[in-house]
């Protein structure tokens, strides 16, 4: 069993007055950006995530979070891949080439492959950017790798048509059924485990809503597979001070005594370290 939030590690965070290298509109309400962040492109690892500030002025006083979805180490950019929810996000979506964001990164801990063989990615929806950088950056000789991947529809799907092109068995699953098999991803992805049962040394990789994961902490524990789950929370300032991403700590009786942090004890956590509600 790995315990993530001991291994967290205290990485340099780089800040930086970023250049927008290139905007992409990805479907009605999530765009692509491409970042100059050369030392943030470096040193970040598929899990981390950036505070974004997308503007000098006092509002959004606070910058926003996102998830790393690629790096180009050779260019010194990063990409990050958002939806639109809010007025930051609206006015990140009104960025053009050559306009600047406000960067601090790369914050956060990382996902753990080393101790084993056979890993099941499970993402749901914009949760996709962590899970993306993973198997980006991937040695497949020394995993075997299946993904599965689940939205609320086919629009929600975002980066599919890349994400078939990596060779990589994949599972979609949509709730109105317009792709890939009808339903949530977690009863599709339980529903193969009969198939792997009997399997040593794997572990599941996710990311997702806070429901999805809640269901795969049950089908993990269930089948004894350890799991990382990369939580989706609101983190104000991405640094531990403001205390707004507590999350509900588990303790050996079950007991809830006390709480973590997001953004410095994870965002990825073990399956047997956080309390998650299903609904």
Same mark, same amino acid.
Do not use: W
């Given at each position: ?12 965070l780089?800040?930086?007055?970023s250049?927008?290298?290139s ?22 690892k ?7 500030r ?6 959004? %006083? ?9 790096v ?5 950019t ?28 790369p914050?956060?801990?990382?996902f753990h492959?080393k101790p ?18 993973l ?6 000789s ?27 068995p ?12 009808k339903?949530?991803?977690?009863s ?17 990789l ?6 999805m ?5 049950r ?5 004894s597979i350890?799991?990382? %789950? ?17 999350l ?27 309390v998650l509600?299903?609904?």
């Open positions: 069993m790995i315990n993530l939030t001991d291994m967290t590690v205290k990485r340099q780089f800040q930086h007055e250049r927008v290298i905007c992409k509109q990805i479907t009605t309400d999530c765009y692509l950006h491409e970042y100059e962040a050369p030392e943030i492109a470096r040193s970040a598929p899990g981390q995530f950036v505070k974004t997308v503007t000098s002025e006092y509002a959004p %006083l606070l910058p926003r979070p996102f998830s790393i979805l690629d180009d180490k050779e260019r010194g990063i990409f990050v891949l958002f939806k639109v929810v809010g007025r930051s996000t609206v006015l990140l979506a009104g960025k053009k080439d050559g306009d600047t964001v406000g960067l601090l990164g914050l956060g801990n990382t492959t084993y063989g056979e890993l099941f990615l499970i993402a749901g929806g914009i949760g996709i950017p962590p899970v993306y950088f198997l980006k950056t991937m040695d497949f020394m995993h075997n790798v299946r993904l599965f991947y689940g939205a609320a529809s086919k629009e929600d799907l975002y980066l599919a048509d890349e994400l078939q092109k990596m060779n990589v994949l599972e979609f699953a949509t709730e109105d059924g317009s792709f890939g098999k339903g949530l991803i977690t599709i992805f339980e529903s193969t485990l009969y198939e792997y049962k009997h399997k040593s040394n794997a572990c599941i996710t990311c997702g809503p806070m429901p994961l809640a269901e795969v902490q089908i993990a524990c269930e089948y350890p799991a990382q %789950l990369s939580v989706e929370t609101i983190m104000a300032c991405g640094t531990g001070i403001c205390q707004g991403c507590a509900p700590k588990k303790v050996e009786k079950g007991e809830v005594v006390e709480y973590c942090l997001a953004c410095i004890d994870g965002p990825v956590f073990s399956e047997n370290e956080l509600q299903n609904g």
